[in-house]
């Protein structure tokens, strides 16, 4: 199977746009500036001069006269005489010819092609998006707080309070007072007053104390709770939903259709012409010449000159120096500031919008079929297999090979 491709046309769906002028309502902001008078308190530095004495050191000059030996180079001229050769100019008269380009004008006709416009109502279909609001209902959910009853074990302490005797009652007798610190000598002893009792006929009283007896019983007790439960319940929104609308409408096109036109128009050509003219020409003509140079040449001289010394000697002087201390003042004063407000306003504003349209076209497309087509193919025979031994080499496998009783022979692993 062979592709083929073939070309073929089919109708498609094409959406195109155009533009249309829209207007809105905008708010716009503008920055609308206020005078406020205000006052604050500030800080000026004022400059105030204050003195203070001040000792300082001056270096007093003091000169003397010494003698200095110096050399000087004394200048002296000398007239020399030399020959030096000098061009000197010499001129002459000579005839010339020169070229001049003098331009002249003139007026041809040609033949030129004037596009002029010409206008047509045309009509075109257009199509708008018309707006409007549906009412729809859906489903949501909405959780809601509901108090819900349940059961809890709690453990109640059902007890209560015994009266248990302290063990010993007594302990053995003393030797003065035969009873126990625990009852003490009391008239229920029997004993006279001021004294006590033997034990055996004196028995103390028993020690007794209040005892808690717990009975932990489990019980359900009822209690409330808020549970979040939730429901699905309806409501209604507003949807806004385009409709595809097809208008029609007359626009201008402008169509250009050309035309054949006559015009002049001017050229400006030249011509040479040949001139003739008088010219000077100088030529340099050398000459000897003598002339007298003078040369500046210079000798040593020793001189003596009396120079003065300065020394310095330092001298303690006192003087009195200003100098200017910052001092803060505080100072109230008004100034003014400009506080701008925004205040809207609404402007009416122009806007394009590219509204789609469909168009069908007509598109070339390639499409691919498979067609069946005979090749031609050469197919390779093997020769047959020659005799040999049990196990050999043969031409046909192109290795070894075994003879097999029953199927003849057979390459080796074959």
């Keep these: 199977m062979?592709?083929?491709w073939t070309t073929q046309t089919q109708k498609v769906q094409s959406t195109e746009y155009r533009n249309e002028l829209r207007q809105r309502d905008v708010t716009v902001y503008n920055m609308v500036p206020e005078t406020v008078h205000r006052t604050r308190t500030c800080t000026v530095y004022e400059q105030q001069t204050r003195s203070r004495p001040e000792t300082y050191t001056v270096c007093k000059p003091i000169w003397k006269e010494v003698p200095q030996t110096y050399t000087v180079c004394v200048p002296y001229t000398e007239t020399r005489t030399a020959t030096r050769t000098v061009c000197k100019p010499v001129w002459k008269d000579v005839q010339q010819n020169y070229t001049v380009?003098?331009?002249?004008?003139e007026t041809r006709t040609?033949?030129?092609t004037v596009c002029k416009q010409i206008w047509k109502d045309v009509p075109q279909t257009y199509c708008v998006s018309v707006p409007h609001t549906e009412k729809r209902t859906a489903t949501r959910t909405v959780c809601h707080c509901v108090p819900v009853t349940r059961t809890r074990t709690v453990c109640v302490d059902q007890g209560h309070w015994e009266t248990q005797p302290v063990q010993p009652a007594c302990a053995p007798c003393a030797p003065s007072c035969g009873c126990a610190p625990c009852g003490g000598c009391q008239p229920a002893c029997g004993a006279p007053a001021g004294g006590c009792a033997p034990c055996a006929a004196a028995p103390c009283a028993p020690c007794t104390r209040q005892v808690w007896v717990a009975k932990i019983v489990q019980k359900s007790e009822p209690y409330t709770c808020n549970e979040m439960q939730q429901s699905?319940?309806?409501?209604?929104?507003d949807v806004t939903v385009c409709t595809q609308e097809t208008r029609t409408k007359i626009c201008k096109v402008c169509e250009t259709v050309p035309a054949q036109e006559s015009y002049q128009y001017t050229v400006c050509l030249t011509r040479n012409e040949t001139r003739t003219q008088t010219c000077k020409v100088c030529e340099m003509v050398p000459a000897p010449e003598s002339y007298q140079y003078t040369?500046?040449?210079?000798?040593?001289?020793?001189?003596?000159?009396?120079?003065?010394?300065?020394?310095?000697?330092?001298?303690?002087?006192?003087?009195?120096?200003?100098?200017?201390?910052c001092v803060p003042v505080q100072k109230t004063e008004n100034y003014t500031e400009t506080v701008c407000h925004c205040v809207a306003s609404k402007q009416i504003e122009k806007y394009c919008v590219c509204v789609p349209y469909t168009v069908t076209?007509?598109?070339?497309?390639?499409?691919c079929h498979m067609v069946p087509k005979t090749v031609q193919v050469q197919v390779a025979i093997a020769p047959a297999c020659g005799p040999t031994t049990t196990c050999g080499?043969?031409?046909?496998?192109?290795?070894?090979?075994?003879h097999h009783h029953r199927h003849g022979c057979g390459c080796c692993g074959g």
């Design 110 to 112: 040609g033949t030129r």
């Design 101 to 105: 380009c003098v331009p002249y004008t």
């Design 393 to 402: 080499y043969s031409p046909c496998c192109g290795g070894h090979y075994h």
């Design 295 to 325: 040369v500046c040449l210079s000798r040593n001289e020793t001189r003596t000159k009396m120079c003065k010394v300065c020394e310095q000697v330092q001298e303690q002087h006192t003087r009195t120096v200003n100098y200017c201390v």
């Design 2 to 4: 062979v592709p083929e």
């Design 361 to 367: 076209k007509d598109v070339s497309v390639q499409v």
């Design 232 to 237: 699905q319940e309806s409501y209604s929104y």
